[in-house]
């Protein structure tokens, strides 16, 4: 289990490392082992939709399972799968990194980070800094 | 316009007000002008649906002009009015106090705050709590 | 069926007759007879989501084949034959004055207008206004 | 902030443009910065649906921060990303030229144009003339 200190220390870490990297603005979320919003935050200048992209991509990491990277291979091999479940989602996926998931010592998936704003493997990169911040193992 | 910062502040404001003065577990969202996500958090112990609540609470503010109050009075005449606005609106309407309207000191309307957790009436003094103390006008 | 110019007549003089009665600022739009839009004009200061209601307005008109006032008339009696029905159109109707059929000489219903932002009995005055300055015959 | 009377200059300029270059017939939208409608016309003889393609490619262009052009290099470099941004944003984008960004002189994104009617690049090079009339920079 997540708490919101430890999502929001995800979120602070991921935002700050960008910033620091000089990456465009960021937004940031944290779900739960169930999909649910814990946390998020999108930096001033990001574009308005981010929210619904960083929600996305955490959001099809959490559901099935998978991290962003291990998405992308699949929608690489078979676009046409990756389609039906964008749409058995209800469009909440989006098959690039920046979508990783969080486990506990114990391996569990607690739960996802999803970032974007910058390219997919920097969103990615800041998003396994803030989940290792937080003491949790991330699989991007 | 909101920045990250005064998001996190009405955020912060509004769920230290709830655990001090003994409420249940809050969850917060700040919505743009536009009715996007800025901020949102939820209080550990927190439903996992809250997300949906308070971003309902919101968006419904923002995007008719009116508060959460100003709704429920319209739903207690005219409940079938609301009901097709939640129509309206994908379900993203919750016509009951919480959803609070932030107005800058011109007047106008520069985005909304969403809080839920405990009686509405409760969620919407701290959500004025939050919006004030990040120097902004509420109107619940 | 109307054209470009006759809908954009509706518009402005609908807009015009709401600044010249002091009322709030106006949105308003007219669809075909298919319930596809033709024109709409949001006034500057109305809130965001004005745009929804206007169709919902409208196109519950014409896909019913009842002014908004025939409409209020069942909600009242049948809520939830209203509610249902908000349903089947996916949330565009809103059984209140505001959405007025646009009939030919003929009798023919060739479209409706939509029009939102002050009471629903003077939203719906305005919108009659403007489909007679067109030329047509309105019915609220 | 776009007003009513520039987004409407920009509708005018661009359907005018396009009936002078002889182009089929258009139809125009301009949303704000959160991406509600401001403005639409669809002229005389264009498809019913052509509202629908008007807005999703302004939708995506505002919400993505993201002109078409943009868009539509990222779609042929990554179709399945495309696709599941449509899917994110509930169907309302459309990755080819025509979706223009409206920036304001201090760079800001005040809102998008969407074209649609001719083909994409005429459709976007008269939405670039009508955000030019008002005074604005487009970005396609």
Same mark, same amino acid.
């Given at each position: 289990?997540?708490? $919101? ?6 979120? #602070?870490?991921? /935002? ?6 000089? /990456?465009?603005?960021?937004?940031a979320?944290? $779900? ?6 814990? !946390? ?5 200048? %990001? ?13 099809? %990491? @959490? ?11 699949? !929608? ?8 039906? @479940? ?9 098959? @690039?990194?920046g ?9 569990? @998936? ?5 970032v ?7 969103d990615?990169?800041?998003a396994?800094?803030?989940? #290792? ?8």
């Open positions: 289990m997540i708490t $919101l200190e430890q999502a929001q220390k995800m979120i #602070e870490t991921a /935002l700050a490392q960008g910033a620091e990297d000089g /990456l465009k603005p960021l937004s979320i944290v $779900l739960d082992a169930g999909g649910h919003p814990l !946390a998020f935050a999108r930096a001033d200048g %990001a574009a308005p939709g981010r929210f619904d992209i960083a929600q996305a991509k955490a959001y099809g %990491a @959490v559901m099935l399972g998978m991290g962003g990277k291990a998405q992308m291979a699949r !929608a690489e091999a078979q676009a046409y799968f990756m389609a039906a @479940v964008n749409g058995i989602y209800d469009g909440k996926t989006c098959p @690039v990194p979508g990783v998931l969080i486990r506990d010592e114990s391996g569990a @998936v607690i739960g996802a980070m999803g974007t704003g910058d390219t997919s493997d920097n990615a990169k800041v396994v800094a803030g989940i #290792e911040a937080a003491g949790f193992t991330a699989e991007d």
